[in-house]
């Protein structure tokens, strides 16, 4: 029933609406454009901003990124069999044109920092699908579909849409444009340097990178034009260094799966609509018990079955965290949340400590109709940022 | 027609979609400028301070780590900048006194008077009541909306919406008997 309190308060509150459309019109208009944004600068910053945001966002990791890339170009040329008789002539074009055959990439990527050698993150392609894995046990998957970071406890970090569009060759993806067969100043490129065992391609830094950047060499086996290693070389004498793993077979597609990031800290088999379920909380300091309950959801235009699940800490003191009611978790899909006390703050627990839990459930099918195993990873942290 | 989640919406945004940032605007742009007002006190401000709010979470939308949890990020950059702007608007008049030139604050027309008043006395309300009014009457008045950016549950919610009416009303009540 409407108060006359509450009508004046729907009065009072249209204020707020006054030259709503004129405001967001100027709004929109005023934001750059996400892809755009990345359209006018160089080369190697464009790579940098498409794999920037899959690995870090430093400078230092933006240039690695660019060399990885190159890298995984060069991978391309594993199919050709047999070189050309004048190798001062084989372009980058065909390399560009091979590159577009990689179904396979292994590849470390290691840099130096003055007296420092340090392995940065280690990638793979195959099957069709990406994955990424940092020096400390992070994690980044991209199955055409989505794009969903780990840490290195198994906690999604992250989620997005995947970085292919519709059909798109990972090697074209991942350089941008950098081996579109239409770039003349790259295709035309022929090597540097002709050695008894290898070619050396020198490409120079883009205007963008160019007073802090050197340039990148890359090596590739003269006869059977396998990239050796990328070479990016700063101007303060550090350099990001790629190097290809052809020893070791192809992953198999399970390994492109993000099934095995971590143990959970806790599972177990919950019906649908059925009862609640506490699931004992191992290898998480200060989390002992998940409460859950699996509920059904109207269906969705959603490839895979969706539902909602409602969940519930105890911490080792028996407090009490906030119920997270609705969460809406798709089969094999995981999510990421936090919550705090059940007064409803991370700071409102009985004894007034802060405590935040973040935790990924993920569901898993089962043979049994209508139950799903919720695995529960999660943490507990306890100070503030 | 099912309206998409935020998370969908902002998924989209990060995929390149502008109009998808339109809909998220729509959606917690009249809530930003009720939380700014908070602190500018005049609507012109508070409009313009939503605005920075919408570029600078556009901007650093990538940092947001639980998509669905957009209102309440939102709302958490809405107050931290309404911070900044005081701040900044309290250096400007502290250098204006010593220039002896004071200038003073232009609030808005008045309008009902009744209504006026129902603004002053919200802004005497506890901050967190305060969210709870904002959030209740500017999504839409679903306690389900409103509580999603409060972080708090459906009952929690209810309790601190109607501890701010009461309060509110209680202060109403005293300012009629004043008059009178």
């Known amino acids: 029933m409407k108060t006359p309190l509450d009508e004046d308060l729907t009065v009072m509150y249209e204020a707020f609406d006054k030259n709503h459309n004129e405001l967001r019109q100027s709004l929109i208009a005023s934001l750059p454009d996400r892809h755009r944004r990345h359209k006018h600068v160089g080369r190697i910053n464009q790579m940098l901003a498409f794999v920037g945001d899959t690995i870090m966002r430093s400078r230092i990791t933006k240039l690695a990124a660019a060399a990885v890339i190159i890298i995984a170009v060069c991978l391309g040329v594993l199919h050709i069999v047999g070189g050309p008789a004048d190798f001062s002539t084989v372009g980058w074009a065909q390399v560009v044109t091979h590159a577009a055959k990689a179904d396979y990439v292994h590849m470390y990527y290691l840099k130096s920092r003055g007296n420092d050698f340090i392995k940065h993150f280690e990638a793979w392609y195959a099957h069709g699908k990406m994955v990424m894995r940092g020096s400390k046990g992070d994690a980044k998957y991209d199955d055409r579909k989505v794009l969903q970071g780990f840490d290195e406890q198994g906690m999604l970090m992250s989620r997005g849409p995947s970085m292919f569009a519709e059909g798109q060759g990972a ?5 941008a444009g950098f081996l579109s067969p239409k770039n003349e100043q790259f295709n035309e490129q022929v090597p540097a340097n002709v050695g008894d065992d290898f070619l050396i391609y020198a490409f120079d830094p883009s205007p963008k990178e160019k007073d802090w950047m050197e340039g990148i060499y890359i090596t590739v086996g003269k006869n059977s034009l396998l990239p050796v290693q990328i070479k990016a070389c700063h101007k303060d004498g550090d350099y990001d260094l ?7 077979p192809e992953e198999p597609a399970e390994f492109f799966e993000p099934l095995d990031v971590g143990l959970p800290n806790g599972r177990a088999e919950v019906a649908v609509d059925g009862e609640q379920v506490e699931i004992p909380i191992a290898n998480a300091p200060g989390l002992k018990t998940a409460i859950v309950r699996l509920r059904s959801k109207p269906p969705d235009n959603s490839d895979k079955p ?17 119920m997270l009611d609705g969460l809406r978790l798709k089969v094999d899909e995981a999510a990421q949340c936090g919550t705090g006390s059940a007064e409803g703050g991370l700071d409102k627990w009985p004894d007034g400590q802060y405590r935040n839990v973040r935790f990924s459930p993920w569901l898993r099918p089962t043979d049994k109709d209508g139950t799903y195993i919720v695995e529960i990873r999660c943490f507990l942290k306890t100070e503030k940022d | 027609m099912v309206e998409p989640s935020d998370e969908m919406l902002v998924l989209a945004v990060l995929a390149g979609e502008k109009e998808a940032y339109e809909k998220l605007y729509d959606r917690y742009a009249a ?6 007002y908070d602190t500018t006190r005049n609507l012109a401000d508070a409009q313009d301070l939503a605005q920075d709010v919408f570029v600078r979470a556009y901007e650093k939308l990538e940092q947001l780590r639980d998509l669905e949890r957009f209102g309440r990020w939102l709302v958490a950059i809405a107050r931290l900048r309404s911070r900044e702007w005081l701040r900044q608007r309290l250096r400007n008049s502290s250098r204006r006194f010593e220039a002896g030139n004071v200038e003073s604050v232009v609030y808005d027309p008045p309008d009902d008077s009744r209504i006026e008043q129902l603004r002053e006395k919200i802004l005497m309300l506890p901050e967190r009541e305060r969210l709870a009014l904002h959030t209740f009457y500017l999504q839409g008045k679903s306690a389900d909306a409103a509580r999603r950016v409060m972080g708090l549950s459906k009952s929690g919610f209810y309790c601190v919406l109607d501890r701010a009416r009461k309060r ?3 202060l109403l009540a005293r300012e009629m008997e004043s008059i009178r």
């Open chain 1, 171 to 175: 090697l074209e993806l991942l350089t």
């Open chain 1, 306 to 322: 969706s539902f909602y699940l409602d969940v519930t800490f105890i911490t080792d003191e028996g407090y009490r965290s906030g």
């Open chain 2, 168 to 170: 509110l009303e209680r």
């Open chain 2, 31 to 36: 809530l930003v400028r009720a939380v700014c």
């Open chain 1, 242 to 248: 790629i190097i290809f793993d052809y020893e070791a």
